[in-house]
């Protein structure tokens, strides 16, 4: 394996990784104390975002296939990249979180 695509993978997992433990975070926080710093939205943020950005590196890993429907990486992107648009955008994650953290009110 090359070098170049072993790294993205690595980061690849990391992401994935970091993204699943917020959401446990939040989760848990959720059933036993509730939030303190918009931790539902810095999950939903984050695994939005990275989720977009891991399919895209999986398409650049593939190349030219990543882009085909003989590959699920193409459907996969799509469906990512619906996650930072409904249910509440990124913008509108970042603004609660931004909120939550300074207390202030965010224009």
Do not use: C
Not at 28 to 51: F, P, T
Not at 54 to 60: F, L, N
């Amino acid at each position: 394996m090359n070098q170049a695509i072993a790294f993205k993978l690595a980061n690849m997992i990391t992401q994935i990784d970091a993204a699943r433990l917020l959401i446990w975070r939040a989760s848990w926080l959720a059933k036993n104390g509730g939030y303190k710093n918009a931790e539902g939205s810095q999950s939903k943020y984050y695994a939005s975002e990275m989720s977009v950005r891991v399919t895209e590196d999986a398409i650049q890993i593939l190349g030219g296939y990543g882009y085909t429907r003989e590959y699920p990486v193409e459907r996969w992107h799509r469906d990512a990249k619906i996650h930072t648009i409904f249910e509440g955008t990124s913008e509108i994650q970042q603004l609660v979180i931004a909120r939550a953290i300074s207390g202030l009110r965010v224009e």
